[in-house]
Protein backbone atom coordinates (compact mmCIF):
# COMPACT_ATOMS: atom_id res chain seq x y z
CA UNK A 1 0.00 0.00 0.00
CA UNK A 2 1.42 3.57 -0.47
CA UNK A 3 2.10 5.17 2.37
CA UNK A 4 4.27 8.26 3.49
CA UNK A 5 5.70 8.51 6.73
CA UNK A 6 6.94 11.93 8.04
CA UNK A 7 8.12 11.39 11.65
CA UNK A 8 9.34 14.36 12.87
CA UNK A 9 6.12 16.40 13.72
CA UNK A 10 8.03 19.61 14.87
CA UNK A 11 12.14 20.91 14.02
CA UNK A 12 13.73 23.97 14.99
CA UNK A 13 16.74 25.39 12.92
CA UNK A 14 18.79 28.50 13.30
CA UNK A 15 18.78 30.92 10.83
CA UNK A 16 21.62 30.48 8.23
CA UNK A 17 22.02 26.80 9.21
CA UNK A 18 21.04 23.75 7.06
CA UNK A 19 18.35 21.34 8.15
CA UNK A 20 17.15 18.30 7.04
CA UNK A 21 13.57 16.96 7.22
CA UNK A 22 13.02 13.04 6.73
CA UNK A 23 10.74 11.03 4.64
CA UNK A 24 10.38 7.55 3.79
CA UNK A 25 7.53 5.76 1.31
CA UNK A 26 6.36 2.96 0.97
CA UNK A 27 5.59 1.64 -2.31
CA UNK A 28 5.21 -1.82 -4.66
CA UNK A 29 5.56 0.08 -8.25
CA UNK A 30 9.12 0.73 -9.67
CA UNK A 31 7.71 3.96 -11.19
CA UNK A 32 7.26 7.04 -8.86
CA UNK A 33 7.49 10.72 -7.88
CA UNK A 34 8.35 12.46 -4.91
CA UNK A 35 7.14 16.15 -3.90
CA UNK A 36 7.81 18.32 -1.35
CA UNK A 37 5.32 21.21 -0.81
CA UNK A 38 5.72 24.24 1.31
CA UNK A 39 2.33 25.23 3.36
CA UNK A 40 2.99 28.84 4.94
CA UNK A 41 0.71 29.71 7.98
CA UNK A 42 -1.25 31.78 5.21
CA UNK A 43 -2.23 28.62 3.88
CA UNK A 44 -1.59 28.07 0.20
CA UNK A 45 0.76 25.00 -1.16
CA UNK A 46 3.63 25.81 -2.28
CA UNK A 47 5.54 22.80 -5.11
CA UNK A 48 9.61 22.82 -4.02
CA UNK A 49 10.95 19.84 -5.79
CA UNK A 50 10.16 16.78 -7.66
CA UNK A 51 12.67 13.47 -7.46
CA UNK A 52 11.66 10.56 -10.21
CA UNK A 53 12.16 7.42 -8.99
CA UNK A 54 14.42 6.09 -12.04
CA UNK A 55 16.65 9.96 -11.49
CA UNK A 56 19.94 9.31 -11.04
CA UNK A 57 20.87 12.41 -9.65
CA UNK A 58 19.28 13.79 -6.44
CA UNK A 59 17.13 17.02 -7.03
CA UNK A 60 18.44 20.63 -6.29
CA UNK A 61 16.03 23.61 -6.81
CA UNK A 62 18.39 26.61 -5.43
CA UNK A 63 18.43 26.14 -1.69
CA UNK A 64 16.43 23.13 -1.63
CA UNK A 65 17.74 19.62 -2.08
CA UNK A 66 16.17 16.53 -1.99
CA UNK A 67 18.85 13.58 -0.67
CA UNK A 68 16.98 10.21 -2.28
CA UNK A 69 18.09 7.09 -1.13
CA UNK A 70 15.81 4.44 -3.20
CA UNK A 71 17.48 1.51 -1.55
CA UNK A 72 16.28 2.88 1.92
CA UNK A 73 12.96 4.42 0.13
CA UNK A 74 13.49 8.16 1.95
CA UNK A 75 13.18 11.21 0.24
CA UNK A 76 14.60 13.82 2.66
CA UNK A 77 14.76 17.63 2.27
CA UNK A 78 17.15 19.38 2.63
CA UNK A 79 17.66 23.13 2.91
CA UNK A 80 20.62 25.15 2.91
CA UNK A 81 21.44 28.66 4.98
CA UNK A 82 17.92 28.59 6.29
CA UNK A 83 15.93 31.93 6.62
CA UNK A 84 13.04 33.15 8.63
CA UNK A 85 11.03 33.02 5.91
CA UNK A 86 11.23 28.90 5.75
CA UNK A 87 9.12 29.00 9.04
CA UNK A 88 6.35 26.45 7.74
CA UNK A 89 4.57 23.18 7.01
CA UNK A 90 6.55 20.98 4.98
CA UNK A 91 4.59 17.94 3.52
CA UNK A 92 6.13 15.16 1.30
CA UNK A 93 4.18 13.19 -1.41
CA UNK A 94 4.26 10.62 -3.44
CA UNK A 95 2.58 9.45 -7.12
CA UNK A 96 2.62 6.26 -8.38
CA UNK A 97 3.34 6.42 -12.09
CA UNK A 98 0.36 3.84 -12.48
CA UNK A 99 -1.97 6.89 -10.73
CA UNK A 100 -2.49 10.59 -10.12
CA UNK A 101 -3.22 11.08 -7.24
CA UNK A 102 -0.77 12.55 -4.79
CA UNK A 103 -0.42 10.64 -1.12
CA UNK A 104 0.29 13.34 1.37
CA UNK A 105 2.32 12.41 4.52
CA UNK A 106 1.32 14.49 7.95
CA UNK A 107 4.18 16.84 7.46
CA UNK A 108 6.69 18.59 10.03
CA UNK A 109 6.10 22.38 11.04
CA UNK A 110 9.59 24.19 10.97
CA UNK A 111 10.37 26.97 12.98
CA UNK A 112 13.99 29.29 11.85
CA UNK A 113 15.15 30.95 15.03
CA UNK A 114 16.62 34.28 14.45
CA UNK B 1 0.21 29.36 -6.51
CA UNK B 2 0.71 29.08 -10.68
CA UNK B 3 -2.53 30.41 -11.88
CA UNK B 4 -4.87 28.23 -10.23
CA UNK B 5 -7.95 30.21 -8.48
CA UNK B 6 -10.06 29.03 -6.11
CA UNK B 7 -13.03 31.01 -4.61
CA UNK B 8 -13.76 31.58 -1.72
CA UNK B 9 -10.79 31.68 -0.11
CA UNK B 10 -13.07 31.38 3.44
CA UNK B 11 -16.65 30.36 3.88
CA UNK B 12 -18.68 30.41 7.21
CA UNK B 13 -21.40 27.89 6.76
CA UNK B 14 -24.34 26.50 9.41
CA UNK B 15 -25.04 23.36 9.61
CA UNK B 16 -27.29 21.60 7.65
CA UNK B 17 -27.01 24.49 4.49
CA UNK B 18 -25.28 23.65 1.14
CA UNK B 19 -21.13 24.95 0.46
CA UNK B 20 -19.95 25.63 -2.91
CA UNK B 21 -16.49 26.15 -3.65
CA UNK B 22 -15.36 27.20 -7.30
CA UNK B 23 -11.80 26.21 -9.10
CA UNK B 24 -10.82 27.59 -11.88
CA UNK B 25 -7.62 25.74 -13.16
CA UNK B 26 -4.50 27.46 -14.69
CA UNK B 27 -5.15 28.73 -18.54
CA UNK B 28 -5.26 25.56 -20.97
CA UNK B 29 -5.66 22.82 -18.13
CA UNK B 30 -8.12 20.61 -18.53
CA UNK B 31 -7.94 18.26 -15.50
CA UNK B 32 -8.73 19.02 -11.67
CA UNK B 33 -8.26 17.24 -8.93
CA UNK B 34 -9.65 18.06 -4.92
CA UNK B 35 -8.05 17.71 -2.19
CA UNK B 36 -9.16 18.31 1.67
CA UNK B 37 -6.99 18.48 4.51
CA UNK B 38 -8.19 18.22 7.77
CA UNK B 39 -6.64 20.10 10.32
CA UNK B 40 -2.88 19.67 11.31
CA UNK B 41 -2.77 16.31 8.36
CA UNK B 42 -1.68 16.20 5.17
CA UNK B 43 -3.82 16.58 2.02
CA UNK B 44 -6.15 13.81 1.14
CA UNK B 45 -7.12 12.85 -2.72
CA UNK B 46 -11.25 13.13 -3.41
CA UNK B 47 -12.15 13.77 -6.53
CA UNK B 48 -10.40 13.70 -10.48
CA UNK B 49 -12.40 15.40 -13.01
CA UNK B 50 -11.74 16.16 -16.65
CA UNK B 51 -14.17 18.38 -18.88
CA UNK B 52 -17.70 17.52 -18.29
CA UNK B 53 -16.43 13.31 -16.87
CA UNK B 54 -15.94 12.46 -13.58
CA UNK B 55 -12.70 10.33 -14.18
CA UNK B 56 -12.54 9.20 -10.31
CA UNK B 57 -13.99 9.93 -6.59
CA UNK B 58 -12.74 7.24 -4.71
CA UNK B 59 -11.77 9.56 -2.36
CA UNK B 60 -15.12 11.70 -1.89
CA UNK B 61 -17.87 10.56 0.65
CA UNK B 62 -20.86 8.60 -1.12
CA UNK B 63 -23.32 10.99 0.51
CA UNK B 64 -23.80 14.72 0.17
CA UNK B 65 -20.29 15.25 -1.59
CA UNK B 66 -20.65 16.39 -5.61
CA UNK B 67 -18.77 17.25 -8.32
CA UNK B 68 -18.45 19.05 -11.83
CA UNK B 69 -16.37 19.97 -14.14
CA UNK B 70 -18.66 21.79 -17.05
CA UNK B 71 -17.72 22.30 -20.93
CA UNK B 72 -17.35 26.22 -19.77
CA UNK B 73 -16.84 27.45 -16.37
CA UNK B 74 -15.23 26.28 -13.09
CA UNK B 75 -15.05 23.28 -11.52
CA UNK B 76 -17.36 23.09 -8.28
CA UNK B 77 -17.39 20.89 -5.14
CA UNK B 78 -20.84 20.92 -3.53
CA UNK B 79 -21.53 19.92 -0.14
CA UNK B 80 -24.84 19.48 1.03
CA UNK B 81 -26.59 19.43 4.66
CA UNK B 82 -22.64 20.77 5.83
CA UNK B 83 -21.44 18.81 9.36
CA UNK B 84 -19.11 19.83 12.10
CA UNK B 85 -16.83 17.57 10.25
CA UNK B 86 -16.69 19.32 7.06
CA UNK B 87 -14.82 22.00 8.19
CA UNK B 88 -11.66 21.79 6.19
CA UNK B 89 -9.08 23.29 4.00
CA UNK B 90 -10.09 22.27 0.29
CA UNK B 91 -7.63 22.74 -2.20
CA UNK B 92 -7.33 22.46 -5.85
CA UNK B 93 -5.32 21.46 -8.73
CA UNK B 94 -4.61 21.39 -12.25
CA UNK B 95 -2.99 19.87 -15.12
CA UNK B 96 -2.61 19.67 -18.69
CA UNK B 97 -3.39 16.47 -19.32
CA UNK B 98 -2.89 13.12 -17.06
CA UNK B 99 -0.33 13.59 -14.92
CA UNK B 100 -0.10 9.56 -15.26
CA UNK B 101 1.99 10.34 -18.10
CA UNK B 102 3.85 13.21 -16.66
CA UNK B 103 6.26 13.78 -14.18
CA UNK B 104 4.50 17.83 -13.61
CA UNK B 105 3.56 18.26 -10.30
CA UNK B 106 0.51 19.25 -9.93
CA UNK B 107 0.05 22.61 -9.09
CA UNK B 108 -2.08 23.81 -5.95
CA UNK B 109 -4.88 26.87 -5.55
CA UNK B 110 -4.66 28.64 -2.17
CA UNK B 111 -7.48 26.53 -1.12
CA UNK B 112 -10.97 27.14 0.78
CA UNK B 113 -11.53 27.31 4.07
CA UNK B 114 -14.53 26.03 5.30
CA UNK B 115 -15.46 26.58 8.71
CA UNK B 116 -19.29 25.47 9.46
CA UNK B 117 -20.88 26.74 12.51
Known amino acids: AQKITQTQPGMFVQEKEAVTLDCTYDTSDQSYGLFWYKQPSSGEMIFLIY??????QNATEGRYSLNFQKARKSANLVISASQLGDSAMYFC???????????FGSGTRLLVRP | NAGVMQNPRHLVRRRGQEARLRCSPM?????VYWYRQLPEEGLKFMVYLQKENIIDESGMPKERFSAEFPKEGPSILRIQQVVRGDSAAYFC???????????????FGDGTRLSIL
Open chain 1, 51 to 56: QGSYDE
Open chain 2, 93 to 107: ASSPWSVRVSNQPQH
Open chain 2, 27 to 31: KGHSH
Open chain 1, 93 to 103: AMREDSSYKLI
